[in-house]
């Protein structure tokens, strides 16, 4: 598989982790141990099957402690660049901080750090080239979730509701939710205020929908939210049972004794 040099990627990992509870008062969310390899070592293993070779990371909570597991990335197979927000800014707003690192590159894949997958990155950007879009953001069916993502037959996202109220939902009929990675142009870049506290579900993406150019492209892999207890041992099962389907790199994790 033929991949451009230096594609690049930014996984958000400044989240607290509060629902998390006991789990992450001393390990940060990122380093959460999935059978002794941290959630973050995975999700650097799919981005690099994919191409996904040179990836930023915003760091807030006990930031030192995820240098020190992964260093400059070398042993995992990628380059990573790191972002320390001493503020929190945000999913829009942390990629905004590292806009920089995008400017010269074409799209670029931001991917939320609690989310364990094995999409295929490769299908997704082809999708999204082909459509022209601005941005492609993974979606999956689900009753009830946080967001709504209503898709047109060509797969443009004509309505985007980020944590609606019941009112909000009223009559808005969709399986589709939004799955926490999005592929964007760095057009989007522009659309994100500076130095500000900004949310891309919440405060970008809705406002690029007219545009026609943000797209949905559907999960065809394993995707979970590592957001509770719970979600951490269905994870944990998934890889047991075989449902997701990662390679990771020999070794390259098991320095600090995860379980």
């Known amino acids: 598989m033929d991949f451009e040099s230096e594609m690049r990627a930014m996984v958000l990992c400044a989240g607290l982790g509060t629902r998390l509870g006991e789990l992450t008062r001393q390990t940060p969310k990122a380093l959460l141990p999935l059978h002794g390899r941290p959630i973050l070592e995975y999700i ?13 990371i915003n760091l807030h909570t006990m930031p030192e402690t995820i240098r020190g597991h992964f260093g400059d990335g070398a042993k ?3 380059k990573l660049t790191y972002s320390h927000e001493s503020v929190l800014l945000g999913t829009a707003g942390g990629v905004k901080k590292m806009e920089h690192f995008f ?4 799209p670029f894949l931001v991917h939320y750090g609690d ?4 999409q295929d990155f490769t299908a997704m950007l082809r999708f999204h080239r ?13 009753a009830r979730s946080n967001s709504v993502v209503v898709l047109d037959p060509e797969r443009r996202v004509t309505l985007f509701l ?3 109220e019941e009112e909000g939902r009223c009559g808005v009929e969709s399986p589709w939710v939004n799955s926490g990675i999005c592929l964007c142009e760095t057009a989007v870049l522009e659309a994100i205020p500076v130095g500000q506290k ?4 919440r405060d970008v993406f809705p406002g690029l929908i007219p545009s026609g150019r943000v797209f949905g492209f559907g999960l065809t892999g394993y995707r979970c939210a590592i957001d509770s207890p719970e979600r951490l041992e269905e994870a944990k099962a998934a890889l047991a049972a075989g449902h997701c389907h990662i390679s990771l790199a020999p070794g390259a ?3 600090r004794g995860l379980d």
Not at 115 to 118: G, S, V
Not at 130 to 140: F, N, S
Not at 198 to 201: I, K
Request: hydrophobic fraction near 35%; include cysteine; charged fraction near 30%.
């Open 162 to 164: 980020e944590r609606p």
């Open 103 to 106: 400017r010269d590159g074409g």
């Open 44 to 56: 650097l293993a799919n981005l690099r099957r994919h191409g996904f070779d040179e990836i930023a």
């Open 130 to 142: 082909e459509r022209g879009a601005l941005v492609t953001m993974l979606a999956h069916q689900r």
């Open 198 to 201: 900004c949310d891309l579900p």
């Open 115 to 118: 989310i364990l997958t094995d």
């Open 253 to 255: 994790g098991n320095d």
């Open 76 to 78: 995992f197979g990628v």
